[in-house]
């Protein structure tokens, strides 16, 4: 479980993240919408675990890759917008947020449960 400081702390470089993305997010994925869904930061606050959710993009995985191959210089314009807030400038790990995907696999599954029970239901009757 995060302490307070965590959560805080991850707010912090979530909002921070956010606002890079929005401005220069298109020098690392043109045309991509770009979210940061959540971020985990370690007890000593040296690691920050970032989630990303993506609009109009077909390969995340790539695009997961494309954003971690710039980690240093993201981390370096964090660290220029959050420098009087934190001692340590945490190291990037940026990670695909699948939580989408399964919302979406799940509302088949449940559909598809729902056509075979007024099947079973239709053939009952």
Do not use: C, W
Not at 34 to 47: G, H
Not at 66 to 74: A, G, Q, R, T, Y
Request: hydrophobic share 35%.
């Amino acid at each position: 479980m995060e302490s307070k400081r965590q959560q805080k702390f991850a707010g912090v470089i979530q909002e921070e993240l956010a606002a890079i993305f929005q401005r220069e997010g298109s020098a690392y994925l043109p045309n991509t919408l770009v979210t940061i869904t959540k971020v985990r930061v370690s007890p000593d606050l040296a690691v920050a675990k970032v989630y990303l959710s993506f609009l109009n993009t077909n390969n995340t995985t790539l695009s997961v890759a494309e954003v971690n191959s710039h980690s240093s210089e993201i981390r370096y314009k964090l660290g220029a917008r959050i420098r009087h807030q934190a001692r340590v400038i945490p190291t990037l790990t940026f990670f695909l947020d699948d939580t989408n995907e399964y919302v979406e696999h799940m509302d088949k599954l449940f559909d598809k449960i729902s056509r075979d029970r007024k099947e079973t239901d239709e053939q009952a009757d």
